[in-house]
């Protein structure tokens, strides 16, 4: 077999997502030929879709060397930047991009994916509408460009243009899953709505078809379950919602077990460090880090305090847990002694790693919230190389919490444990254990801002995280559901873009005869 048939081969391979083959074919040729800028980037893809992405940033690099003008390497490596939260590297890169070939579509598109990742929606907006214009010359369908763009305009809450744009997809393809997903979470389905019920029936014929892959169908399945819970028709809601979660199982694994891990592991190695041993250097900024269980109303807390006036939004960021993965992970272990050392060292280069993260956004603001639920795990982190920051634990009823996650298809594979009723619980149980253990540690840093409270008592519960937080009353946090100056990219963007409302509250209860694998799992 001579090169261009084993490439063929290789292509077909990443094709079928064989990506582990496709890596170890790439390792034989690039002994017979190296520094082959094609096979090279062909390695780079394959880890990024198995997510590693800082080995494919070394393959994109090495194929950069080997052809400086290899385009499409350079559109591969800006995007592992952009995951790896290399924005300033990622930004200049696809500024070149465009300068060396105006032409080049995907790089638009994932330009603007980089501009939604730091804040700047109108400014991928923007140039979401240029890979659309350049699209339709070139004869292109250009959904999924057009897909991004309703997504951008639903973060802003602007909803006369993103009915336009799902308008525009379904005419191009009326079968579209992710065009219903998103009209699903954007419609409060009812009786008297009589859209919203044709709705209904249009995603059932949908789902029908034989043409439709697991992943499409859990979609609409999810989009169905909603709807039915929308109407308070729990059978069919838990018909659907069951079958949307039994689809993702059969498409990803679970990963509880690595999760459970890494809270036994905080605890164990944070059991005996001193959390009020600081570096002495730290940012000027304070972060106001909201963390908790997904769908324990870290999104709405989140839209209470960046209404504020002194404060800005900056949304669910993955900074934290990628610093921290980077100078405390060796594979799944974590090197306590590195803790230490930076712990005493008189440098605080986890928070000013952190604070880099922020060079492309536009912020002057001094206060940033930093709502990644999942922090939770980093608590003792936070204290340490955080110490001006504040931290807020968002809590919520048990049962009413573990309901909201399995009802929801979430796209980031760190919740690949939420789709099976046991995993739920185990991981909330986990959850609660970690909790409890920061709160016997240092009980005076943490403040619980109860989900419960909040919706019967908005006023008084909002005075309290704004006294906790250092910041001065502001009656535009009493009309949080206004702001649009910060952006919500989560299943969470329909609720907290209302008045708080009570109706979620115990919701746990009409779901107790179909859920009691999860619900009795609960201590």
């Not at 350079?74 to 952009?82: E, F």
């Not at 790896?84 to 991009?97: C, L, S």
């Not at 790693?353 to 922020?358: A, D, G, H, I, P």
């Not at 996650?405 to 444990?417: G, L, Q």
Request: positive net charge.
């Amino acid at each position: 077999m001579n090169f261009v048939e084993k490439v063929k081969t290789l292509q077909n391979y990443f094709k079928l997502g064989n990506f582990k083959k496709v890596i170890e074919g790439c390792k034989l040729l690039n002994k017979k030929f190296p520094n082959n800028s094609f096979v090279l980037n062909l390695s780079g893809m394959a880890y990024q879709n198995l997510l590693n992405h800082h080995e494919a940033i070394d393959f994109f690099e090495l194929a950069l060397k080997a052809d400086n003008l290899n385009i499409a390497a350079m559109n591969n490596l800006a995007n592992s930047l952009k995951v790896t939260d290399q924005f300033v590297r990622a930004d200049k890169i696809f500024q070149q991009i465009l300068k060396e070939d105006p032409n080049y579509i995907n790089a638009y598109n994932n330009y603007a994916n980089l501009k939604i990742a730091v804040n700047d929606v109108e400014g991928a907006i923007e140039l979401y509408n240029q890979a659309i214009v350049l699209a339709k010359k070139k004869k292109i369908y250009p959904i999924n460009f057009l897909l991004h763009l309703a997504n951008a305009f639903q973060s802003l809450n602007r909803e006369k243009e993103l009915m336009e744009v799902i308008e525009e997809i379904l005419k191009l393809d009326p079968e579209n899953t992710e065009a219903h997903k998103i009209l699903s979470w954007t419609y409060k389905y009812s009786k008297t709505n009589s859209e919203s019920i044709s709705h209904i029936s249009i995603m059932e014929n949908i789902l029908k078809k034989k043409n439709l892959n697991n992943d499409q169908k859990a979609k609409l399945s999810f989009g169905l379950g909603k709807a039915y819970d929308d109407l308070k028709d729990v059978e069919q809601a838990i018909k659907f919602i069951s079958s949307g979660n039994q689809l993702h199982k059969n498409i990803f694994k679970s990963n509880i077990i690595e999760e459970t891990n890494i809270m036994n592991r905080m605890i164990k190695i944070f059991k005996d460090i001193n959390l009020n041993k600081s570096p002495n250097f730290f940012s000027k900024k304070k972060i106001i880090f909201i963390c908790g269980m997904p769908r324990s109303g870290t999104t709405l807390v989140e839209q209470i305090i960046a209404s504020h006036k002194e404060v800005y939004g900056a949304g669910e960021l993955s900074f934290l847990t990628n610093v921290i993965h980077d100078n405390f992970f060796n594979g799944d272990l974590i090197d306590k002694q590195r803790i230490i050392e930076n712990q005493n060292s008189e440098k605080n280069l986890i928070n000013e790693k952190y604070f880099e993260k922020f060079l492309l956004y536009k912020i002057k603001k001094q206060i940033i919230t930093d709502k990644a639920p999942l922090n939770f795990k980093w608590i003792g982190f936070i204290k340490i190389f955080f110490p001006n920051s504040k931290i807020i634990h968002c809590k919520r009823n048990s049962r009413d919490n573990c309901l909201s996650i399995f009802k929801n298809y979430f796209s980031s594979p760190k919740m690949n444990w939420a789709y099976d009723q046991r995993d739920v619980s185990d991981y909330y149980n986990n959850y609660n254990s970690i909790m409890n253990f920061w709160y016997s540690k240092i009980p005076q840093f943490i403040h619980t801002a109860e989900y419960e409270k909040i919706v019967s008592d908005k006023k008084n519960e909002i005075k309290k995280l704004l006294k906790f937080c250092d910041l001065e009353w502001d009656d535009n946090c009493l009309s949080h559901h206004r702001n649009t100056k910060t952006p919500i990219r989560t299943v969470s963007i329909a609720q907290a873009r209302q008045p708080v409302y009570s109706s979620s509250v115990n919701s746990g209860d009409n779901y107790k005869d179909y859920l009691k694998e999860m619900f009795d799992n609960l201590i």
